[in-house]
Each structure stands twice: as C-alpha cells, then as structure tokens.
C-alpha cells in the first residue's frame, strides 16, 4: 500500500514538470518566433530597405545568406553551452549573456540608424543580434535534449517549440508587413529588442540546473568522444540527410522579390501570407506531435522528403493575391512537417553527455548548406531574368529547388541501414528507456 502511494504521488509531480517544460520551451521559442533576424519580424523590412537601396535579388539573398552564417557555427556554441561552464553553470549563465548581446545589438540598430545604402554596415550590426539568437538557440535544445530525451518527449517538445515559433513568426509576418508598407523599417529593430528582452527574463526567472564543477580533461574527452560519434554511420547518414534537404536554392528573397514586384502583391500583404504561412506551419507542428512515435522514421524519412519536394513546386501555383494566401499555408504545414522528421532525426541521434554541441553540428551543417544554396538561388534567379525574364527565371528556380530535394531519395537505403535499424539503431529505441 505504501508503494501505491508512492507511485500515485509521482504522477502529479511528473506531470506538473512535463508541463513547465513545455511551457518554458515554447516561450523561448515563441520569442524566437520574432526576434530572429533572419526570418523574425526585421526579416521582411530588412529586405524591403534593401530593395528600397536598389539592391537585386542576388545582394538581397546575398545579404541574407551572410547573415544567416553565425547558424553555421553551433558546433562552437555548442561546446562551450557543455564543456565551459560560466559561475558553474552551462545553460543558465550563457542564456543570460546570449540574450543580453541580442537587446543591446537591436537597440543600437534603433539609436543609431545606419545610412542609406550603408550595406555593409548594416550586415555586420545585425551579425550581433544573430550570433545572440542562434547562440541561445544552441542552448535551448541542449536543454531541450537533456530533459526530454530520458523521458522519450524529444519530438513532443520540439513540436512545442516549432509550433510557438510560429505562432511568433504570425505576429512578426504582420507587424513586418505594416511596418515595410509604411515606411517604419527602424521601429523594427525597437520590437525586436523589446522582444529579445523577455529571454532574458525568462533565463533570470525559470532556468535552473544543478553547479556544473568543471573537471580536468573533461573537454579534451569529450571532443574525442564527440568526433568518435561524428564518425559512426547514424550520425553521417542523418548530417547527409539534413545537407541535402536543406540545400534548396528557392529562397524567400526571391519568393519576396517576385510577389512584389512582378505580381504586385503589397508589403503588407507579402507580410500576411508569411504569417498565413506561419499558421500553416504550426498545424503541421503540432500534427506531428501526435503521430512521430506511432510511425516509424523509415516512412517519416520519405514523407519528409515528398513535403519538402511539395512544397516547393506549389509556389508554381502563386498567381495573386487569393493563390499566395492559400498556398502560403499549405506550404507551411508541408514545410514544417518535413523539418520536424530532421529535427528529431538528430535530437534522436544525439548523446546526452554532448547534446548540444552534437545537435548543433547537425543543425549546423542544415543551416550552412541553406546560407549557399540561397545565395547561389539568387545569382540564378538574376542570371536566368536577363536570359528568359522574371516569370521563367522564377519558375525555373522552383523545379530546381523541387529537384535538388528529391536528391534525397538517393540517401534513403543509406539512412535505413544505419538508422532505421529495430534491434541496433539508438534512433528507434525508446530514449525512455535508455
């Protein structure tokens, strides 16, 4: 009778903590949602001043691609978040400095406006807010892995936090929107901080863990366990996989380049379709919270593939106005499924003891291959406008993205002798149980 008790009274606490995970998470991530700069609510009035400086479709995916390159140094991130602690903590202490480095960065952009034309300027006072968001990012998911991999809730929380991402990202494509249709692009980088400043509360507030005594020749250890892991064949296919399916040469620069101006769609209601988008996208979230551990990740494989393909090639279908809403949140609910199966492809290959420092090397390696296939997209898409015109150079760029992710197919007897393995693969085991 005393063991009933026991385990009835564990269930509350256990449910109560599933809960605050869940809530700490998707805060995080909803902040996320609309500080970003490379997609968050100064995404779209970046593009727009850019365009306004008379910039192409090649400097504007220029511009991004650069800016998105401090998502390519996770890894770095990643092992300092595990191996060097700050006031003996490894999450707490870098969330705080993180978060602190985005507001100061943004507010600077506010306080001190750069000039007309001031292309390189710009590029590099937004590379602090980046490295601030991407950094706190890193350390997000090694909290994320660390809690929910025990308790087999990987792909429970990771749709959380896409889902509140988004549920930003709807208020950012708006308020982006009215913001580039009028003019206000500096007010953009105010928000932003604004914004920025409830991580740091949040990190002040909730983030708790346990002192973290560094102990000699743990790093040294650990990067050799961490390129011990790099090296086995589950971790190769998934870095592959992830490689692949990002590199994608249709970008959103060129996408916002050829609904304002060759379809003649508004900036604000270019905002509304990305926030169209958004809402798509968190229904394809949460979808896959609900069957991620009921199908197996041999079939998510291919149905991350067919979504990425998918939506890609239902850009050819964007007419007007009535088309880009409807598309948009089909795009977004396609999309974001085939991200989910990467993501938890590689929250699922990593171990504990380096969860963020592996998980950010995959990520890595998805975000360096999107900074060069957007900045390739947008030489193609100028180089093919001057040979065929705008309309055939955009839809040439679709099939291209299409193509280049069905590549992907070809990784899949790779990914299911290495990973999709009932009896050895760490991958399909229950992390509950591990």
């Not at 009778?1 to 991530?29: D, Q």
């Not at 149905?303 to 089909?330: D, E, N, P, Q």
């Not at 592996?358 to 975000?367: E, V």
Request: proline fraction near 4%.
């Amino acid at each position: 009778m005393t063991e009933v008790k026991k385990r009835v009274g564990r269930m509350p606490s256990r449910g109560r903590e599933t809960t605050g995970l869940v809530l700490l998470f998707g805060a995080m991530y909803f902040v996320q949602g609309i500080a970003e700069p490379t997609e968050g609510l100064i995404a779209q009035p970046v593009r727009s001043l850019l365009k306004s400086w008379g910039y192409s479709a090649a400097g504007i995916a220029g511009f991004g691609a650069l800016l998105a390159l401090p998502w390519s140094l996770k890894p770095l991130y990643g092992l300092l978040t595990d191996f060097v602690p700050i006031a003996r903590t490894r999450r707490r202490s870098y969330l705080l400095l993180t978060s602190a480095a985005s507001v100061l960065g943004l507010a600077c952009l506010y306080f001190m406006p750069v000039a007309v034309g001031a292309y390189r300027q710009l590029l590099l006072l937004l590379l602090v807010p980046t490295v601030g968001v991407a950094f706190s990012d890193v350390v997000v998911d090694a909290l994320m892995i660390e809690k929910g991999q025990p308790r087999g809730l990987t792909g429970m929380l990771q749709s959380v936090q896409w889902a509140a991402m988004y549920g930003g990202s709807i208020i950012a494509g708006l308020v982006g929107g009215y913001l580039s249709q009028h003019g206000h692009q500096q007010l953009s980088f105010l928000l932003c901080a604004a914004t920025s400043f409830a991580t740091l509360l949040l990190a002040w507030l909730f983030v708790r863990e346990e002192p973290h005594v560094p102990q000699k020749g743990r790093l040294r250890f650990a990067t050799k366990e961490l390129a011990r892991a790099a090296r086995t064949p589950a971790v190769l296919a998934a870095a592959a996989f992830l490689f692949l399916w990002s590199f994608n040469p249709f970008s959103m620069s060129v996408l916002y380049l050829h609904m304002t101006q060759q379809l003649g769609i508004s900036e604000q209601f270019y905002g509304f379709t990305i926030s169209l988008l958004s809402v798509g996208a968190i229904a394809g979230s949460l979808a896959y919270a609900t069957y991620c551990r009921r199908v197996p990740m041999s079939r998510l494989i291919h149905l991350a593939i067919l979504a990425g393909v998918l939506s890609t090639l239902a850009y050819c279908c964007v007419m007007g106005r009535t088309s880009a809403a409807i598309i948009s949140v089909i795009v977004g609910f396609t999309y974001l499924t085939g991200s989910m199966v990467q993501f938890d492809l590689a929250a699922r290959a990593c171990p504990v003891s380096a969860a963020g420092t592996t998980f950010a090397m995959l990520m890595a390696l998805s975000n360096l291959s999107l900074s060069l296939s957007t900045a390739i997209g947008g030489w193609m898409y100028d180089s093919w406008a001057t040979r065929w015109g705008a309309a055939a150079a955009f839809n040439l760029l679709v099939v291209a993205g299409a193509l280049s992710t069905c590549a992907c197919w070809l990784l899949v007897p790779l990914l299911k002798s290495a990973i999709v393995t009932e009896a050895a693969s760490p991958l399909c085991s229950d992390p509950s149980n591990q």
